[in-house]
């Protein structure tokens, strides 16, 4: 039950950022963004983990770890560090509640759970996805024989392929060195991504107003949302299957579906409606049946 907890708070969390990156963006380029939301996370999660160093062993931290382990964590979390970066260029081009459903027809997630994880594919699983499927086309108003193809439409879609390859995958590392250091490594690698992306991108200038009160406020915020986010999902994966943890993800697009809607005034169609009563179904089928 403490698991599904966590996982919930991970979903409404993420949800909350993945609209909130919009807003925070108005007069900070996405990368800059990144790299000071990444100082304070990884200032919290230093003292989270120098606090916590008497739990080793636990969930929280395993000081049996060795170095490959690390260095194979720190090279799964380069690649999944990608997916942010499409998926922030994916709301450049199109609207948040389209991209993140675009994000969440995770075939790729399931793929890897199953083939690489070895998890079973439970019979009520297809049910569930399809419930899932047809909820997301119904959410990015899927007509038949035809969707609304962008460029925002294929960075969402490598968003998709990048996490879905890697977070499957937390569920062999999170136990091997435990929650807090794989939320540490994480947010330090998606960090060192968004300093590559400044170096190549010439035309972003550093400016004292980065760090003015307002903007330190949006770092602050996509820190709390993140470390609440991040952590949370690293210890529900150790107890929850990831298949089950990826339906219950679900849950974050319909909260930022609704955050579109209240921050940007995204109107929300009879079909798009319908997509979030068939995505909560299929998350209901998941834990229930």
Known sequence: MLAIIFSLISAFTFGISNAYWKIASKN??????IIFRGIFTIIFFVLLWMISNDLNG?????????????FFTT????????????????????????????????????????????????????????FALLGILLLVNYKLGKI??????TYAILASFFWGITYPLFKF????????????????????????????????????????????????????????????????????????????????????????VLLYKEKLSKKQILGIVLVLISISISQFF
């Open 28 to 33: 900070v380029d996405y990368p800059f963004l």
């Open 58 to 70: 636990s969930e929280l931290i395993n000081s049996k770890a060795t170095i490959s382990d690390y």
């Open 75 to 130: 090279l799964l979390c380069m690649i999944c560090s990608l997916g942010l970066i499409f998926f922030l260029k994916s709301i450049k081009f199109q609207n948040v509640s389209i991209t993140v459903p675009f994000t969440s027809i995770n075939i790729f997630n399931i793929l890897t759970t199953v083939f690489i994880v070895g998890e079973p594919f439970k019979t009520v699983y297809y049910f569930s996805f399809s």
């Open 148 to 153: 609304n193809w962008n460029q925002g439409a």
């Open 173 to 260: 590392v999170s136990p091997i060195i435990g929650a807090i250091p794989l939320s540490l490594i994480l947010e330090a690698c998606v960090t060192l991504i968004a300093i590559i992306w400044v170096s190549l991108k010439q035309e972003i200038v550093f400016s004292k107003d980065l760090v003015n009160c307002n903007n330190l406020k949006h770092y602050f915020i996509l820190s709390i949302l993140l470390v609440s986010g991040t952590f949370s999902f690293n210890l529900a994966i150790q107890k929850l299957s990831v298949l089950s943890l990826n339906l219950i993800s679900n849950v974050q697009i319909l909260i930022s579906i609704l955050m579109g």
